[in-house]
């Protein structure tokens, strides 16, 4: 996922996204664990990805962060 694609994302459609985020990455933990996991960089890209919608929702909340 890029950045760019959450821009036009309205607030309802990037909080579901983080949900959904959040879900898969709690199964790579948990196939991590269990040592069932096979694409071990995906744990990564969802990392990130997580963090361009956190992102994309604090711009347009207008919030400031130093």
């Not at 269990?34 to 909340?61: P, Y």
Request: charged content about 35%; hydrophobic content about 40%.
């Amino acid at each position: 996922m890029k950045a760019a694609e959450l821009v036009g994302k309205t607030k309802d459609e990037l909080t579901a996204k983080l949900a959904d985020l959040k879900k898969e990455q709690f199964n790579l933990r948990f196939q991590k664990a269990t040592g069932q996991l096979e694409n071990t960089a995906r744990v990564t890209h969802v990392r990130r990805d997580i963090a361009r919608v956190r992102s994309a929702l604090r711009q347009q909340a207008g919030v400031k962060r130093s």
